[in-house]
């Protein structure tokens, strides 16, 4: 392969290990925190617990990208 291949590949591999170790943490402590709340949600207030499920995909996206982002620069020593 070519070193420019293989730098990509090492990239994405250690991206795609931090990012899955970030969502594992994210998954156990929102777990951890609002699995209670988000039951009871669920059982009394479906519409509720529908919209605050959709904000908490969206707010675990933008926010694991962004601490994978700062990470891997941090890692690289440069900006992307």
Same mark, same amino acid.
């Given at each position: 392969?070519?070193?420019?291949? =293989?730098?990509?590949?090492?990239?994405?591999? =250690?991206?795609?290990?931090v990012?899955?170790?970030?969502?594992?943490?994210?998954?156990?402590?929102?777990?951890?925190?609002?699995? /209670?709340?988000?039951?009871?949600?669920?059982? /009394?207030?479906?519409?509720?617990?529908?919209?605050?499920? =959709?904000? *908490?995909?969206?707010?675990?996206?933008?926010? *694991?990208? /962004?601490?994978?982002?700062?990470?891997?620069?941090?890692?690289?020593?440069?900006?992307?």
């Amino acid at each position: 392969m070519k070193t420019e291949t =293989i730098k990509t590949l090492r990239a994405f591999l =250690i991206e795609l290990a931090v990012y899955a170790v970030l969502v594992i943490a994210y998954f156990f402590l929102v777990l951890h925190f609002l699995g /209670n709340g988000l039951r009871q949600l669920e059982v /009394n207030h479906r519409y509720t617990y529908a919209g605050v499920s =959709i904000l *908490l995909i969206i707010g675990q996206a933008v926010l *694991l990208e /962004n601490v994978t982002t700062f990470l891997l620069r941090l890692l690289r020593g440069r900006s992307e």
